[in-house]
């Protein structure tokens, strides 16, 4: 008798948030359950190593990019760029290009971007995410993921790891017909880049979600196919608020007069502002400027730790200033133009919540990002019949 295949197919969609699987036919007739799922607070940058590891970022150690830490900074010569005229070194693609040199020169092998980050204060910050978080080794904290678990156990798997979409599911495909695959874990991330720029009530949202469904239906039907059973699982990261304003907290903090890297270091991200105080009484100065801010507030330590993010030595800031919900902090390190969508506010609002979806009901069911992992794991039984 030949042994019971079955497939466990997992599509991860970048930005999919519950309130547009509520807005939008999606996959209606494959998914018995569609549910909305607990955000981390933060980017993706600390939510996909959460889905990874199945621990909070005060454990795996990923939070955002740049964090203040001069001592390990891979930055050292950089500010002598910073002494080159403002109109080529600010601009987007000689940045972009810049990038691309330095993930060579340092041997990054995660997401490197230099974003907006000045040149004279690279040399103040490390960069946070310098090994692929899918390759062994990768994650800040050591923790096993999810991949090293499958390659531990000789579980054959399938993962595209380029970013053009179509060519991710053409691979997918080919790996599901061939038939020898246990796990999937398929990638996508257009949908994230057009709610940056479109916003969530852009048509084009709607198109993109309905060319997702044709796909995961194909290969969900392909898989029907060729396996005894087929466990297919959509989730996301978070969800994305349209930016109705926006705040320049940058120009507030600024106006102060004090001198950065002296007095206080800051990273300004989208929707936070993260502060390090280097000299007595710059924390009194900078949070007072910061209590007057409308558009924001200052994060109780209590709440940092909640949403796991307190993490040892304060190394992404001692001090963080939050957006509120559609508020963008422009300009920031992160760039210099207003977009129509932003996520990384709190992750109990509405617009911030992920999704979970399968086509079998599920118990128990996940409620936050780290239940994913134990979740994948339980699908995949290291010693199957
Ligand atoms: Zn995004």
Redesign the pocket.
Known sequence: MSEHKKLTLCVFI??LGWELIRRHAFLDDIMKVKAPLGTIFGY?STCDPTILTGVLPREHGHFTFFAYRPEKSPFGWYKYFGLLPKSIMERGRVRSKFSRIMKRVHGFTGYFQLYNMPFRYLNLFDYMERHNIFEPGGINGGQATIFDYLRKNRIPYCRPEGYNEAESVAEVEAAITEGSIRFSYLFLGRL?GLL?EFGTQAPVIGEHLAWYDKQIRNLYNVACQKYDSVRLMVFSDHGMSDIHSVSDVKGRIDALGLTFGEDYAAVYDSTMARFWFLKPGSRERIESVLAEIPDGRLMPSDELADYGCDFPGNTYGETFFLMNPGVLLCPSHMGIKPLAGM?GYAPQHPDSVASFMTNEPLEPMPNRLENLYVLMRGETPENPD
Do not use: C, E, G
Request: hydrophobic share 15%.
């Open positions: 970048d930005a993706s994230d940056h996520h």
